[in-house]
Every structure is written in structure tokens, then in C-alpha cells.
């Protein structure tokens, strides 16, 4: 008989994105890191109390530290303890992970960009990005292309709705609905309607 499955080993679930990150950078390589947590920390993470827009990654004597996310205290957090909301979590991470992010960073010039955070079989997770910043041009080409994109998805079926053959016809059958003295006598002209002359 196979045995059942605990709460949060059948996938992952986002805790909170860093969309910011896409947009500032080239996004080059993925790293997954483990956090290093406290008790009210998780509780905060639970309730998607965390927000990573500020967030970047530094290294720092050979290991890997998470700066500027913040995860705020809930209100039943205990009092014996002092919550910083700001404070520098340790990520966790191989060896063989650190060098290759060390060198990258070190020798290359990449940044260590926070992506995602989520659940991963009930143990917090960190998507980390090797990324390098995009210049001001590249920054409107993406918003370019995002915007395209978005006027091919869903746009162009909005301006087929609203083609001129069908704002005539609703325009034509709002004028043949008024009276037939005041329709025979009325000239439209621009987006007003006047009385034709000698009325």
C-alpha cells in the first residue's frame, strides 16, 4: 500500500514575487536556496507577509545573505522575542552552488537578484537569478514588447467590436428613434444636432 502523502510534499506554492527584477534585469541563470528562518518569520511567511522588491543578494565570507526583504511581524507574535522586519537571512546553499555564484559575481560583474520565494515539501525556497542590468533602451524595448504582445491577446478583438460600420448603425438607429417631425427636420452636424434652416 502506498503511503499517503504529508501536506505540502505533492508541489510548491508562491510566497511572493520579485516582478521588478524581470524588468531591471537579463535573467542569465536560476539558483534555488534554503533560508535560514525564525520561528515568527515562518509564521509571517504563512501568511504572505513578505515582500522582496528591495530585496538583492550579496556574498559575503564565502557564503550567501539575503538583504532588504521584508517580512513583517503578525500581531500574535510573541512578546519575549524583538521581530526585525529588515533583518539579514542567511541563505543556504552547496559549495559547488557558492563558488560558481562567487566567481560569477566576483569575476564576471553578474548581480544576485531575489525572484521568488515558496513552498517546496513545507520548507521555505528562494529562486535567486544571475542577472546583469539592462540599459534604458532595453528596459522600453521589454515594455514594448509586453505591450504588443498585450494589443494582440486582447486588443484588437476590442477594435473589431468597435468598428465605424457598427458606431454608425448605432448612431442611425438613435436618429430614426426620435419623432418624425423633429427627425425630418434636424440636419446633424459634427456631434450636435441642429434644426435644418428655415424650420
Given at each position: 500500500m502506498a503511503q499517503k502523502k504529508s501536506k505540502g510534499e505533492s508541489g510548491s506554492s508562491t510566497i511572493a514575487l520579485n516582478k521588478a527584477a524581470r524588468h531591471e534585469y537579463f535573467i542569465e541563470d536560476r539558483f534555488e536556496a534554503g533560508l535560514s528562518l525564525q520561528g515568527w518569520e515562518v509564521k509571517s511567511l504563512r501568511a504572505g507577509r513578505v515582500q522582496l522588491k528591495e530585496s538583492y543578494v550579496i556574498i559575503k565570507d564565502g557564503e550567501a545573505w539575503l538583504f532588504g526583504a521584508h517580512i513583517a511581524a503578525l500581531n500574535t507574535a510573541s512578546?519575549?522575542?524583538?521581530?526585525?522586519?529588515?533583518?539579514?537571512?542567511?541563505?543556504?546553499?552547496?559549495?559547488?552552488?557558492?563558488?560558481?555564484?562567487?566567481?560569477?559575481?566576483?569575476?564576471?560583474?553578474?548581480?544576485?537578484?531575489?525572484?521568488?520565494?515558496?513552498?517546496?515539501?513545507?520548507?521555505?525556497?528562494?529562486?535567486?537569478?544571475?542577472?546583469?542590468?539592462?540599459?534604458?533602451?532595453?528596459?522600453?524595448?521589454?515594455?514594448?514588447d509586453r505591450t504588443g504582445s498585450a494589443t494582440s491577446n486582447?486588443?484588437?478583438?476590442?477594435?473589431?467590436?468597435?468598428?465605424?460600420?457598427?458606431?454608425w448603425k448605432k448612431t442611425r438607429t438613435l436618429i430614426q428613434s426620435l419623432t418624425p417631425l423633429s427627425y425630418n427636420n434636424t440636419r446633424i452636424i459634427g456631434r450636435a444636432a441642429r434644426p435644418a434652416p428655415g424650420y
Open positions: 512578546t519575549h522575542i524583538n521581530p526585525d522586519p529588515m533583518r539579514t537571512r542567511k541563505l543556504l546553499l552547496h559549495r559547488a552552488e557558492l563558488n560558481k555564484l562567487i566567481g560569477a559575481v566576483e569575476r564576471k560583474g553578474y548581480t544576485l537578484v531575489p525572484l521568488a520565494m515558496y513552498w517546496k515539501q513545507s520548507r521555505a525556497k528562494l529562486e535567486i537569478g544571475l542577472a546583469k542590468g539592462k540599459q534604458e533602451h532595453d528596459k522600453r524595448a521589454t515594455e514594448k486582447g486588443c484588437c478583438a476590442h477594435a473589431d467590436a468597435r468598428s465605424p460600420s457598427e458606431v
